[in-house]
């Protein structure tokens, strides 16, 4: 659709995995390659929302006449997501691939292979579930998560649509090798509390102009 009917509404997405480094010069990462959250933004843009996109480290252009916010980790992610919204947004979709651990302690010099020993520890600790605690502070009226599976895909989805107080919950087989991580494909279904939608297989940019069209259309039923 070429209507501005979004016009007036604030979009925040995430999108892209997050870096949370072990020393100055490694990290923890995984492969998302952000296509599936830039898409989104790009399709609420086309439809007059105003967007922030929060995003992880990728290769992608910044999208044109999108608020572009870059972060690395997880706890920077959450930060620029509450400065995004200290009004609610309409919408927040989580569509990055958070870290759920970062290191306890980052070490300040590059770690060095001393000793005789062929194994070596990294103690990390959890980072906070961005789209949980922004849900818990209401920071968006709507809140739209992904759930990466590789196993029971709908039943864990459900599990995290309750869990994390969430409206609508994209679920994701990342098991699959021609959707998710980094294809420019992908494969969803969308479940609500006691609905569900599974569009066809198709270009990121595609569905994501689908994906925008079914929570528009959960956000009027909200209201
Ligand atoms: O980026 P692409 O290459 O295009 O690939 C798209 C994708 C597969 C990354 C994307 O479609 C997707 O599935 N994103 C969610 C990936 C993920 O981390 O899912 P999860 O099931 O671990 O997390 C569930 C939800 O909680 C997600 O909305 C996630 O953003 C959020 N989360 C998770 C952990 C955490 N600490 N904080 C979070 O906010």
Redesign the pocket.
């Known amino acids: 659709p070429t209507q501005q009917d979004l016009t007036g509404q604030h979009w925040v997405i ?5 870096m949370e480094a072990i020393d100055p010069v490694r990290y923890i990462s ?10 989104l933004a790009e399709a609420a843009k086309v439809r007059g929302a105003t967007v922030t996109l929060v995003s992880g480290p ?1 290769n992608l252009p910044a999208p044109s006449g999108v608020h572009l916010v870059a972060i690395k980790s ?1 706890d920077d ?2 930060t620029a997501c509450r400065a995004a919204m200290t009004s609610p947004a309409d919408v927040f ?8 651990f970062r290191m306890k302690d980052v070490a300040t010099q590059k770690m060095k292979k001393t000793g005789d020993s062929d194994e070596m520890q990294l103690t990390l600790v ?9 849900s818990q502070e209401k920071a968006a009226k709507c809140m ?6 590789t196993q029971d895909v709908i039943a ?2 459900k599990s ?1 649509l309750e869990r ?1 107080g969430l409206d609508l ?2 679920a ?1 087989d ?1 098991s699959r090798t021609d959707i ?4 420019d494909e ?1 494969q ?1 279904t969308v479940l609500s509390k006691d609905q569900q939608w599974t569009p066809p297989k198709e270009a ?1 940019p595609a569905l994501a102009v689908e994906l925008v069209e079914l929570i528009t259309q959960h956000q009027s039923q909200m209201s």
Do not use: Q
């Open positions: 995430t999108a892209g995995p997050t995984n492969h998302s390659s952000g296509k599936m959250g830039y898409a990728v997880a992610m959450l979709i989580g569509a990055a691939a958070v870290a759920d959890k980072n906070p579930d961005v789209i949980a605690t922004l739209v998560g992904f759930a990466a599976e864990y989805a995290k994390k919950i994209i994701n990342v998710g991580f980094n294809n992908n969803v990121k």
